[in-house]
C-alpha cells in the first residue's frame, strides 16, 4: 500500500472513529443526566443523524468510496470499537450485544444513514458538475 492509499484509509477510518466517539458522548452524558432507556433512544436518534453528517462532510471534501463502501467501514469501525473498547475493556461483559434498542438498530441506522447520505451526495455532485 502507498503513502496516499494510506492517507485514503485513515482519513475514512478518522472519520467513522469521530462518528463513534460522538455516539458514545451520547451514552455518557445520557447516563449521567437521566435512564439507560432514555439514553439508548436517544443514541438510536442521534446515531444515524451523526453518521449522515459525518458521510456529508467526507463526501463533499474525500469521496475515496462509494456510498456502499462508506457504509460498511463506518458502521465496522463502530462494530469494531463496540466490541473491542467497549464491551472487552470498559463493560467487560458482552451483554450490552443481547439489546436490539442498544446496538443492533443504531448499526442498522448508521449503515443507512450513511448509505442514504452518500447516495444523496454523491448524486448531487453528479448532477451539479454536468449542468
Not at 3 to 15: D, G, N, R, S, T
Not at 48 to 66: D, E, L, W
Request: proline share 2%; glycine share 6%; net charge positive.
Amino acid at each position: 500500500m502507498n503513502k496516499i492509499q494510506v492517507k485514503k484509509v485513515m482519513i475514512i477510518l478518522a472519520h467513522g472513529l469521530v462518528g463513534w466517539a460522538l455516539c458514545g458522548a451520547i451514552i455518557w452524558i445520557g447516563m449521567a443526566v437521566t435512564s439507560m432507556q432514555n439514553t439508548l433512544i436517544m443514541h438510536a436518534i442521534g446515531a444515524p443523524i451523526i453518521f449522515g453528517a459525518i458521510a456529508s462532510i467526507y463526501f463533499r471534501a474525500f469521496n475515496y468510496t462509494t456510498p456502499l463502501q462508506t457504509a460498511i467501514v463506518f458502521v465496522s469501525v463502530v462494530v469494531f470499537m463496540d466490541f473491542f473498547v467497549v464491551a472487552l475493556l470498559i463493560e467487560k461483559s458482552f451483554e450490552m450485544f443481547a439489546s436490539l434498542i442498544g446496538t443492533w438498530i443504531p448499526w442498522a441506522l448508521i449503515f443507512t444513514s450513511t448509505y442514504l447520505t452518500g447516495l444523496f451526495v454523491t448524486k448531487r455532485a453528479e448532477t451539479t458538475s454536468v449542468a
